[in-house]
């Protein structure tokens, strides 16, 4: 004898995920948001931004979103709960790319950004953001990098 048993689907919650994890692949992507803010600058060693800054500008506060970080070894890294994602060559930097690719870090090796590179930037507090960046003179560890930040209201946390 089969039996089977209907019940039905349990009603959605607003946030069923644990703290981040990933959404499904089959979610309908966001679909944009509005560019809050966008800055360009030379981000020297040591210093970083915070993504709710207005103006966004370089600051040597400790406990930033994203820092250049030369203390024990060199790398970009995030801190106060974001995270970041090196884009690939062949994505495109957007709103909709940075809320939906999950390849996520908080160090990244600037020796591995070539000219033209992208990080998106997810901060805790739900912001999202594009730094495009510039490195030209070969440097793996330059001392500045020229940068274009644009920051996005974004819903995604």
Partial sequence: MTVTV??????????????GASSPA?????SGAEVV???????AKNYGFDLEDDPLRPSSRN???????????TMFRTQRGARMILLKHSEKGSYQTCATVTRYTTEIDPSSIVKGGQI??????????????????????????PSKITVWSG???
Avoid: H, W
């Fill in 6 to 19: 209907t019940a039905p689907a349990p009603a959605p919650s607003e946030s069923s995920e644990p703290p």
């Fill in 26 to 30: 089959t979610s309908s992507p966001p």
């Fill in 37 to 43: 803010r966008t800055a360009s600058f030379e981000l």
């Fill in 63 to 73: 406990e930033l979103d994203f820092d250049y970080y030369t203390t024990f070894g």
């Fill in 120 to 145: 998106c930037i997810l901060a805790a507090n739900g912001l999202v953001a594009l730094m495009d960046i510039s490195k030209t003179d070969g440097d793996p560890y330059p001392e500045t990098v």
């Fill in 155 to 157: 819903t995604y946390q």
